[in-house]
């Protein structure tokens, strides 16, 4: 079994500052390592993946998160958020779950909200 | 390509009724995966569909069901509704293959915008 833990519900950061929302895990298998994004009123958008490599993993619009096995976390930095940002972030852990299949398991979300 | 799809965005219904929400995978996905969002739970897995068969089922009761067609195409019935049932729906697909592991894909999937049911 797996398990995805986001530490903060809610998140509030002022514009241009930095940011980090943190995410830890437990799986007794290898897994992958995602974290989505959810604007108001849609669904959930890709940020960014650990697959394999690098543990240090970038998204386009200037986000990271680092994969560090020995403490199972895969937290996600911004060092100057835009009010664009506010959004809900999920973290998600996938690991094999039998018969060619991967359970995607999703922590319960962090907000957030960027203040002008 | 166009992404995943999903009808209706948005419904009404009332206690007792049913419901069937209908989900279209990006072209070339298998697989479809179907959750649960509400805002005390989270993000809920409800079951995956792969060549039209269930692969993985959460833990939701039996008024929950899906089904998927020979195009990937997929649905999901929810049948006797009641308040709790208020959610966004999400559909999801993904290119994974059934190969065996390691050359099946990673599990990312691919997001539809949902269908939020409201139960009065």
């Known amino acids: 079994a797996q398990s995805v833990t986001q530490l903060d519900s809610q998140v509030p950061v002022f514009e241009e500052a930095p940011v980090e929302l943190r995410c830890n895990y437990s799986?007794?298998?290898?897994?992958?390592l995602f974290w989505y994004v959810q604007y108001p009123n849609q669904g959930l958008q890709l940020l960014l993946k650990?697959?394999?490599?690098?543990?240090l993993v970038e998204s386009i619009n200037g986000f990271e998160a680092e994969f560090n096995k020995s403490q199972t976390s895969f937290h996600l930095r911004k060092p100057s958020v835009h009010i664009s940002d506010t959004a809900e972030y999920f973290c998600?852990?996938?690991?094999?779950?039998?018969?060619?299949?991967?359970?995607?398991?999703f922590g319960k979300g962090t907000k957030l909200s960027v203040i002008p | 390509k166009a992404g995943v799809t999903q009808t209706p965005r948005y419904l009404i219904k009332t206690r007792g009724q049913q419901v069937t929400l209908s989900c279209s995978p990006i072209s070339g996905h298998r697989s479809v995966s179907w959750y649960q969002q509400t805002p005390g739970q989270g993000l809920q897995f409800l079951f995956e569909?792969?060549?039209?068969?269930?692969?993985n089922k959460g833990n939701f009761p039996g008024r929950f069901s899906g089904r998927q067609f020979s195009n990937s195409r997929s649905e999901m019935n929810v049948s006797t509704l009641e308040l709790g049932d208020s959610a966004l729906y999400l559909c999801a697909s993904s290119p994974d293959r059934v190969r065996g592991w390691r050359e099946s894909g990673t599990g990312e999937l691919f997001f539809g915008e949902g269908s939020r049911l409201t139960v009065l």
């Open positions: 569909y792969f060549s039209e068969t269930q692969r």
């Open positions: 650990y697959l394999s490599g690098s543990t």
């Open positions: 799986s007794s298998v290898s897994v992958y």
């Open positions: 998600a852990v996938s690991g094999y779950s039998g018969a060619g299949s991967y359970q995607l398991t």
